[in-house]
């Protein structure tokens, strides 16, 4: 008998700890970070080709230039970059077209290496490419290492302008980088216009009840009622010129570097090691899941261990008292 009860505990004892360890794992996976998609409209990179390289011929293809549309099935038409002297021009990413009622924020990095010596001087013909095009600078940098100078510019332009800025930057040196993206918020737009047509309509019913309101009581109710409105429309307004700032005015970061600067961009991980990580998080979910369950199972166990003891202790007292 005393074998069995052994036995019984140890088996009891091995299937509730399996018990825990999956429900960690079911936990912890299920409570891990997803990563989402966005809305946006089109992205791209390219890293640009020294002419004459192996695999490719001195006149470098030109850029695709996308059309950016309202779905993620827009099609991309393109057209040759225009090549002069049969030198390769700078290859730019392709463009995001402007297609008519949406409402897109635009942002483009360029990274340029400069002639040596000649940093400053296209440092400064950068900042007045944005003075052209009726842009700003929002912000600049420029330090030294060495023999050698690297700085950026963050240009800020009409977003009618965004393809010839970036394209007269593009001239300014050999384009070793460049990413460009575009956010459709459209819809925002049109949803914050909606809701403050609502809002308003909600404000003048309000402001004609407080005309004809007769004590005081309603009155102060109905000023209340009107600060709120007027509040949530202050702010949805906010919200909607910070989208109109952002759609009207295009941003452009371009870094510029004389040769011999090792780029700043982090190298791309290897497959081996994304799996790694991904198994070390996956061993950290289920660990995480594992504590957490164990936090809501161990004081049930600690009761039900007290309920066996204090169960077994009358068992062994019976025969005493019977005797």
């Keep these: 008998m005393a074998r069995a009860s052994r036995w ?13 360890v999956m429900a960690g794992a079911v936990v912890g996976l299920y409570s891990s970070p997803r990563s989402t998609g966005g809305g946006r409209v089109a992205t791209h990179t390219t890293a640009a080709r020294r002419p ?6 001195s006149a470098v293809a030109g850029p695709a230039h996308v059309v950016a549309g309202s779905s993620a099935t827009d099609k991309a038409r393109v057209a040759p970059a225009p090549v002069a002297g049969g030198v390769a021009a700078p290859e730019p990413a392709p463009g995001l077209g402007v297609v008519e009622g949406l409402r897109v924020i635009k942002s483009a990095t360029l990274s340029v290496e400069v002639p040596r010596g000649a940093f400053q001087d ?13 842009g700003f600078v929002a912000g600049s940098t420029s330090e030294r290492h060495g023999r050698v100078q690297t700085g950026y ?45 609502s809002l308003s309509a909600e404000e003048d019913a ?10 005081v009581s309603d009155t102060i109710q109905i000023q209340q009622q009107l600060v709120t409105v007027r509040q949530q429309i202050e702010e949805l307004a906010a919200q909607k010129a910070r989208l109109d700032d ?3 005015m295009s941003t452009v970061t371009v870094n510029l570097a004389e040769p011999g600067v090792t780029s700043s961009q982090p190298p791309r991980p290897s497959r081996l090691g994304a799996s790694a990580r991904m198994a070390l998080d996956g061993a950290g979910a289920v660990l995480g899941g ?3 369950v164990l936090g809501y199972v161990l004081p049930l166990g600690v009761l039900g261990l007290l309920g066996w003891s204090g169960w077994r202790l009358a068992v062994r007292r019976r025969p005493a008292v019977a005797g």
């Design 8 to 20: 019984w505990v140890k088996w009891a004892i091995g299937w509730g700890a399996l018990a825990v």
């Design 52 to 57: 004459g390289a192996p695999g490719t011929s």
């Design 122 to 134: 296209r440092f400064q013909r950068a900042a007045a490419i944005a003075s052209a095009h009726n």
């Design 153 to 197: 510019l963050e240009l800020r332009v009409p977003a009618a302008g965004f393809e010839a800025v970036r394209h007269d930057l593009s001239a300014l040196g050999r384009v070793t980088d460049q990413q460009l993206s575009g956010d459709d918020v459209s819809g925002q737009v049109i949803d914050l216009d909606a809701r403050m047509r």
């Design 206 to 215: 309000l402001r004609a009840l407080l005309a004809q309101s007769r004590t």
């Design 246 to 248: 952002a759609t009207a």
């Design 290 to 292: 594992t504590l957490v």
